[in-house]
């Protein structure tokens, strides 16, 4: 294993969509991670593990702009973040498909209009007829699309979550533990979505402690994978 | 212009985008309603209380009343002196001795209708109605002291202007209400509207999640919240329009306790008040919105 924490860590060759520059953020007093270098390039596939508390979420929530670094620089699709007004980040997050562990819908919409919900927001009603029984086929929620999120299953809800990250056809799908309130199998399926997505050209960055998953996932797509330990980004390799 | 262009179109789907909200709805319904209701009734004060002034002010200022004294000699002569004196001052248009019957009905609120003025030296009043421009009231004056010693000319300049004076006030105070009640209804409302943001926070965070833009989530909290505001200001616009039409109508006795209410054009301001409201409620939910959503980035 060998730090880089302070150079910049290329996932695959091709212009970067995400760069994180030397970047800083913690929270209260103590920094979670300083230093910190990453670039997710266009088409490329990658894993961040880490312990519980390592930073992983807080690493995805840079970013989508949801957090600003304290110091660093983060740029998304060639742009200083920083510098980003409201309206540019929310037109910047139609191009990032985000993946939550816990889904995050709206409950009292069901499940066909959460799934729509960036293409709504998004102005673009007419393709919401032709987009969306092609996905609910893909996610195997044709039968669910009516009911409400409550209603749905772990492996269903993370599966909508996919469609609605997806609906856009966004550049970079971000994933945080997808697969963390399901079972093996419906793991299995989630992934295979992704690397779907990433065969698609989509940039594909999915945090998971799941290494079992990580393991079983390298043989079917060519995925980087990097560690947060100890504030610093690692490269993980065999010890994998 | 595009926001209030987008508020009245509406979406939809932005307008589902952000789950109902029971309790901040109804109330903001009833208070303006209830803010509506006021501001009809303090605007028909108002008005009715300007009308019954002007209408008064416009009396007093075209009559004046000369009372000839009753211990000063020969009444009758003194009588004809004052008539030809006011005949013959310009802006005078007529000049009236009251009957005795006239003269009794006058003191009647005081004595009752048993008395008896036959028996008793009383003054002669002389109702004088004045034209026009006006006339010279302190030259008249001068003339009458010279030619009917005793007589006392009172133009009701006196009581005219405190009169005028205190409509004025009332207007006043009751302008100061409306701008309160219409302070209150924004307050009500920005409270109303923040409340909704607070308990809508994982909605928002949703809806930036999949990109949505301020101008987005705002205009679902604005356009619901003037809607209410709109619709609870025309329920009390209404209420109060009865409220009017139930009040004791008498036009011809000049009564600020009869006959409150609109006259004319006033009336569009049934219509003015709602639409007062709704503007009210889209500029304060506006500015709460974009302020809590600054806040919350």
Redesign the interface.
């Known amino acids: 294993m060998r730090s880089i924490s302070a150079e910049v860590l290329q996932i695959a060759k091709g212009s970067a969509v995400i760069e994180l520059d030397k970047v800083s953020y913690g929270y209260g007093g103590s920094m979670l991670f300083s230093q910190l270098s990453l670039e997710l390039a266009k088409g490329s596939f990658h894993f961040l593990t880490g312990a519980s508390g390592a930073g992983k979420t807080t690493l995805l929530k840079l970013c ?1 702009a ?1 957090l600003r670094a304290k110091t660093g620089q983060v740029r998304l699709f060639g742009k200083d973040a920083a510098n980003l007004g ?2 540019e980040v ?2 910047a ?2 191009r990032i498909g ?1 993946v ?1 562990q816990d889904c ?6 069901s499940i066909a ?1 959460n799934i729509v ?2 293409l ?3 102005g673009r ?1 007419d393709e919401v007829g032709k987009n969306l029984p092609e996905l609910l086929k893909w996610v195997g929620l044709t039968k669910q699309a009516d009911q409400r999120p409550p209603e749905l299953s772990g492996g269903e809800r993370q599966r909508a979550a996919l469609a ?1 990250a997806v609906i ?1 056809s966004p550049d970079v799908i971000l994933a945080d533990e997808p697969t963390g309130n399901v079972d093996w199998e419906m793991s299995e399926r989630l992934m295979k979505l992704l690397v779907e997505l990433n065969k698609m050209g989509k940039s594909v960055l999915i945090a998971t402690h799941d290494l079992g998953m990580i393991r079983t996932m390298k043989s079917q797509v060519s995925a980087r994978v990097s560690r947060l330990k100890d504030g610093q980004l690692i490269q993980a390799g065999a010890d994998l | 212009m595009n926001s209030v262009i987008a508020l009245i179109v509406g979406d939809a ?2 307008d ?2 952000v ?2 909200t029971g309790l901040t709805a109804r109330l903001t319904v009833f208070v303006s309603a209830a803010m509506a209701l006021l501001a009809v009734i303090a605007l028909a004060i108002s008005m009715t209380t300007a009308r019954v002034a002007d209408a008064w002010a416009d009396e007093l200022a075209q009559s004046a009343t000369l009372r000839l004294p009753a211990d000063r000699g020969d009444v009758d002569a003194m009588l004809q002196t004052a008539l030809r004196v006011l005949e013959q001052t310009p802006g005078i248009t007529a000049a009236r001795a009251l009957s005795s019957d006239e003269q009794q009905a006058l003191l009647e609120p005081w004595f009752g209708p048993d008395l008896t003025l036959e028996n008793l030296p009383q003054p002669q009043i002389v109702t004088v109605v004045a034209g026009g421009a006006g006339y010279d009231a302190d030259g008249l004056r001068a003339r009458l002291s010279a030619e009917v010693p005793g007589a006392v000319f009172d133009d009701h300049g006196a009581w005219r202007e405190p009169l005028l004076k205190a409509a004025d006030r009332i207007r006043l105070i009751i302008w100061g209400v409306v701008i309160l009640i219409v302070t209150t209804l924004a307050a009500m409302v920005t409270l109303a509207a923040h409340a909704s943001l607070v308990a809508n926070e ?2 928002i ?12 989530i705002a205009r679902a909290f604005v356009r619901r919240y003037t809607l209410r505001a709109l619709a609870g200001a025309t329920v009390g616009a209404v209420l109060g329009l009865l409220i009017l039409l139930a009040m004791p109508q008498d036009q011809g006795r000049d009564s600020i306790l009869l006959g409150v209410g609109f006259a004319g054009f006033e009336w569009l301001w049934l219509l003015v008040i709602p639409l007062l409201s709704g503007i009210v409620a889209f500029a304060a939910t506006r500015t709460a919105a974009f302020g809590k ?2 806040e919350m ?1």
């Open positions: 989508y949801d409201r309206d929310a037109v997050r139609r985000v939550h995050q819908f709206l409950d009292h919409l209009e919900l960036p709504t927001v998004a009603h609605r856009l | 789907q932005a589902r985008a789950p109902p994982q909605v965070r949703v809806l930036r999640l999949v990109g949505a833009r301020d101008a987005y959503l600054k980035t």
